[in-house]
């Protein structure tokens, strides 16, 4: 089943019926939200405002174990994410998708993985009979191979959307993923940019390396709401990234749309086998 991480409101979609809303429980504690259980041509879908609605979670604050593990036990294998960006590359311009390839992790204070070992969390209610379950209940320390990240076959099929709907998009991105909430230093994005990152926002770290954790196909769409400091010739502000995103709303559901409808039943990927071989 497909999961879909973003702004509150994607869900509300003509076309789109809402099953019903879900309350989970997590080791972790409680997810930014209840889960948005939907149906599209005949597709079951899971909704997630990532920052709860009202945007009541700053990034940092985000308990994103607890949103992963809500989508895993919902049965959640595949997950689609939405974020605002700031834009680097001097290619990009404000209103641009950039489909994601990479990442740069600068987040400091955020817990990032659900293998620590003598001191993992979990609880054997939820466990479904694989490796996940297995490291876990045997206090295994996990490491994951992240050297791509992010899930081919769902790229693809964005790619093929946004030629679709004619939508400028870029099909690479290396995002700097900032600790926040505070926006970025002009010094610290001309060393973003030195070290190769072409947009920057402050939610895809832990959240990629959590759903990949689980053995998840994960994939995001990045919408430049404006140019970083130091890029941009005027001072940055929150109201700009709100337009933004307001203006480009009806363009991200339409992908959205298209994404739940087109997504392929069969995956030829590694994303799955992940797990295999990354315990000590």
Not at 108 to 125: Q, S
Not at 148 to 155: A, I, S
Not at 209 to 226: D, G, P, Y
Request: proline fraction near 5%; include cysteine.
């Amino acid at each position: 089943m497909l999961g879909i991480i973003g702004g509150s409101g994607l869900y509300q979609v003509e076309g789109i019926k809402v099953l019903e809303e879900l309350e989970v429980k997590t080791p972790y504690g409680e997810p930014s939200d209840k889960y948005i259980y939907a149906e599209y041509k005949g597709k079951k879908v899971i909704f997630l405002p990532r920052h709860g609605k009202k945007h009541k979670f700053p990034p940092h604050l985000i308990n994103y174990r607890a949103n992963l593990w809500g989508f895993r036990k919902l049965g959640v294998n595949k997950i689609l994410s939405i974020s605002a960006v700031g834009g680097i590359n001097p290619l990009l311009q404000p209103g641009d998708f950039v489909i994601s390839d990479q990442f740069i992790d600068f987040t400091k204070v955020r817990p990032v993985t659900f293998y620590e070992g003598i001191y993992t969390i979990y609880d054997e209610a939820d466990f479904k009979g694989d490796l996940v379950d297995e490291y876990m209940k045997n206090d295994r320390v996990v490491h994951i191979d992240v050297t791509e990240p992010f899930c081919p076959v769902m790229r693809k099929t964005l790619f093929n959307i946004m030629e679709e709907k004619k939508f400028r998009y870029h099909k690479q991105g290396t995002y700097a993923a900032t600790e926040g909430p505070r926006l970025e230093t002009a010094a610290e994005i001309k060393a973003l940019q030195r070290l190769g990152a072409d947009i920057v926002g402050m939610t895809l770290v832990p959240e990629i390396v959590l759903a990949r954790e689980l053995a998840m196909h994960f994939a995001s769409i990045n919408v430049v709401t404006n140019l970083a400091a130091g890029i941009s010739k005027e001072r940055l502000t929150s109201d700009e990234v709100i337009q933004m995103m307001h203006q480009k709303n009806e363009d991200i559901k339409q992908i959205v749309l298209s994404f739940v409808e087109k997504i392929p039943k069969e995956f030829n990927c590694l994303c799955s086998k992940v797990l295999e071989g990354a315990a000590i």
